[in-house]
């Protein structure tokens, strides 16, 4: 199987970054990653000149969550990976994964690729929730939100006190009238190259759909997908995030705990991971995904 993940990173570690590109590299899959700091995004394209596997994206250079950048981003990656297919006669992706800061496999190479076998084709998300059913996520979506593009939205309570103040003044006289089923998800998605096309050809429907939506990749690609996509998909969470090992919805992403990874066999990524103490854990997960030969 061949991989493209599509990557974001909002941080300053340049050591934690490459390490992460290099172990999905080494495992013979293509990486395309945004990057928000341009002094860093400049040390990761001069360091990976001469490795035609790793793309840094310049379509559009960054992203930050809890904004439509993130979402309409990540479907520019898909747009530059199937263009890059175009031009490369031997690169043909299979499957698409997103990932966010820090995030990396919790398995090796062979066993994802039979995990995507096993996928026979499909997608694999996680639907929380949709507009037919919750009429909380139809007023969610109704309602316009600022200053989601700002870098401190997710982490200040007075940007966040100001978007409420705005939000409710506003839906007075307007709001969003969307028409097709919004659909609720984990903001991380296994895209079969079918699915990934299909939202490359539809890609204004993000922008002119989710424009002023608050944590638009909860909501963007899942209804896409139901959209516009005739791919099936498997919902299972295949992620552990945070500290209780589920996603929390339109909050921060936190780090995910090694004692808290190990409670999810079955998991295939964790939410970056921290360890202050147990630096010989860390690394053992760490290179999973491309174990070190002796």
Known sequence: MKIAYCMLYTEKNYEELTENIDQ????????YVMINDDDLRDDVFIAYVDEPRLHVATRQQSAIPADLSLPR???FQMMDALD??????NTHY???ITLTDGMIPLVSKKEMDAFLESLEGKDCYYVQATTDESEELRKRVEEYAFFTNSFDFQKSRMIQGMN????????NFKHREVNDTVVLTYPWFILHRNS??????????????FMMCKYAEELALGTMLKKFSSTDHVNKNVWVAGDTGEYQFEKPVKNASLELINQFPDALFATKVHSDTDIQTYQEIFDRYCPIKD
């Open 24 to 31: 999905l590299l080494d495992g013979g899959d293509d990486v």
């Open 73 to 75: 981003g990540q479907i």
């Open 84 to 89: 890059y297919e175009l031009d490369s006669e």
């Open 94 to 96: 299979d499957y698409f």
């Open 164 to 171: 409420n103040i705005t939000s409710s003044i506003v839906k």
């Open 196 to 209: 990934a096309i299909d939202i490359v050809e539809n890609m204004e429907y993000c922008s002119n759909t």
